[in-house]
């Protein structure tokens, strides 16, 4: 089994010192769930990165789900399925 680092272990060095510990936060959004438009997933992307970051930092989040009747009308796509 392969041994995996984690990031916060990992000693980075400038100039001869250390730099401290490292943490990396996400914030993770996904069409249509978060947003139909690039606008919309950038924003809910970043809204769920300060997330990450408020809560701790070191983290990854999800966006919130957006409501249907957030999304334009002319956006939407309704398909039945064929049972």
Known sequence: MRET???HDLVVMHQGRSVGSITASFGVAALPDHGMTEKDLLQA???ALYSAKREGRDRV???ETTALTDIPADLI???QSKA
Request: no cysteine; aromatic share 0%; charged share 25%.
């Open 5 to 7: 680092a984690k990031l």
């Open 45 to 47: 992307g970043d809204a």
């Open 61 to 63: 989040v999800l966006a």
């Open 77 to 79: 796509r309704i398909t």
